[in-house]
């Protein structure tokens, strides 16, 4: 079956960096576009980046963009997030997905989820 594993989370001072991983097996990784999402307390699932299979340019949340940096490893089996800069705003679960699909930018989009990662920024 299908599993995507999430590491690297974890309690990181305003201004820090984390890199996410997400593990992938059981499915076609090089031809799987991946995506992060990411759920606050009280709020909905939001999208954050996500990487096509087919090579083309990742596409990120304004909220994001110029911080965050999506990439994969079909050699691993792996995408990352190395997110910079980080604001106590971006404080919550981040989640892995993996779609068919040429890209996702919608949770709906996405067949398979990770269980997810805690990020916890401070101030």
């Known amino acids: 079956q299908v599993q995507l594993v999430e590491s690297g989370g974890g309690l990181v001072q305003a201004g820090g960096s984390l890199r996410l991983s997400c593990a992938a097996s059981?499915?076609?990784?090089?031809?799987?576009?991946m995506g992060w999402f990411r759920q606050a307390p009280g709020k909905e699932r939001e999208f954050v980046a996500s990487?096509?299979?087919?090579?083309?340019?990742?596409y990120y949340a304004d909220s994001v963009k110029g911080r965050f940096i999506i990439s994969r490893d079909n050699a691993k089996n792996t995408v990352y997030l190395q997110m910079n800069s980080l604001k106590p705003e971006d404080t919550a679960v981040y989640y892995c997905?993996?779609?068919?699909?040429?890209?996702?930018?919608?949770?709906?989009?996405?067949?398979?989820w990770g269980q997810g990662t805690q990020v916890t920024v401070s101030s």
């Open positions: 997905a993996a779609t068919s699909r040429v890209y996702g930018l919608r949770s709906a989009e996405y067949d398979y």
């Open positions: 059981g499915l076609t990784f090089e031809y799987s576009s």
């Open positions: 990487v096509s299979w087919t090579g083309g340019n990742p």
